[in-house]
């Protein structure tokens, strides 16, 4: 990816810069969209189980013509929801969320509702409706309990936060071709890393990934750090010049669109 070429495209783009009005921006997305073959958006949501996923049976768009651009936007509203719906439950759950940290998940609901918003909105310009929002179960069929245990909750939360912004970073190359969309992308993308650092730090835990493990979460979170103890980026060993912590944890790697298809069907009731 040419860094330069998407910031040259940013710095120019007035849904970027907040220069449009939102019936512009709308209108924006709605011609990309009639125009654009390929392109993909997709979220992605923690895994506590590595048990098989119905996400090919429950993930699904419903544009009388899927193109991947469709499939990419309602796989994302699909992740959105389940965030949304996770935070809105916590929220709303007497005792759950420490007075002292309910300030911070009071914005980070705000943030994903603001999500959901966008993404429905932008469907319905592209004159596709939005998947419904589904079922959801994250106690994982019994095996969790994150409503009424708050570190569970902060575990789910990291995971979470983690997987889409690893899942964001897959998709990076199929959206360059769409100004509108990586923009949109781009700034959700930082959004939900902060989200991420910010579950990490109520924790206890350093503000970014370490290794494999995501810094304390237990094995049943292998699947959304899977990848992560990268330590060669480009042909250069970044454990080399810093050692294997460092030089993972100095870059994130990537989850693709079907690994975070995956992840999410494991939280949706069949």
């Known amino acids: 990816m040419n860094i330069l070429r998407i910031l040259d495209k940013l710095s120019n783009d007035k849904f970027f810069t907040g220069e449009a009005s939102r019936l512009q921006t709308l209108s924006s997305i709605a011609d990309f969209g009639k125009k654009a073959a390929v392109a993909a958006v997709p979220l992605g949501l923690g895994v506590m189980m590595s048990t098989p996923a119905h996400a090919e049976t429950t993930i699904s768009s ?77 106690t994982v069929n019994g095996a969790f309990d994150p409503m009424n245990d708050y570190q569970q909750f902060l575990i789910l939360a990291q995971a979470f936060e983690d997987t889409g912004v690893r899942a964001y970073k897959g998709q990076a190359g199929n959206v360059m071709s769409n100004k509108d969309v990586l923009t949109a992308a781009l700034q959700i993308h930082s959004v ?58 100095a870059y994130d790697e990537i989850l693709t669109g079907d690994q975070a298809k995956a992840i999410a069907g494991l939280f949706i009731k069949p």
């Open 192 to 249: 939900e890393a902060r989200h991420a650092s910010v579950v990490r730090r109520l924790r206890g835990q350093k503000g970014w990934i370490e290794l494999a493990k995501g810094g304390n979460m237990p094995a049943a979170t292998d699947a959304v750090y899977n990848g992560e103890g990268v330590t060669v980026q480009a042909g250069f060993n970044t454990a080399t010049a810093f050692g294997a912590e460092a030089g993972s944890a």
């Open 62 to 138: 419903s544009a009388a013509v899927a193109t991947p651009l469709i499939e990419a936007l309602q796989l994302a509203l699909t992740l959105e929801y389940l965030e949304d719906e996770y935070y809105a439950m916590g929220r709303g759950k007497a005792g759950l969320i420490p007075t002292s940290d309910k300030a911070i998940f009071d914005q980070i609901s705000k943030h994903e509702n603001a999500h959901v918003a966008f993404l429905k909105t932008t469907l319905t310009a592209l004159g596709t409706a939005p998947v419904a929002k589904p079922n959801f179960d994250f």
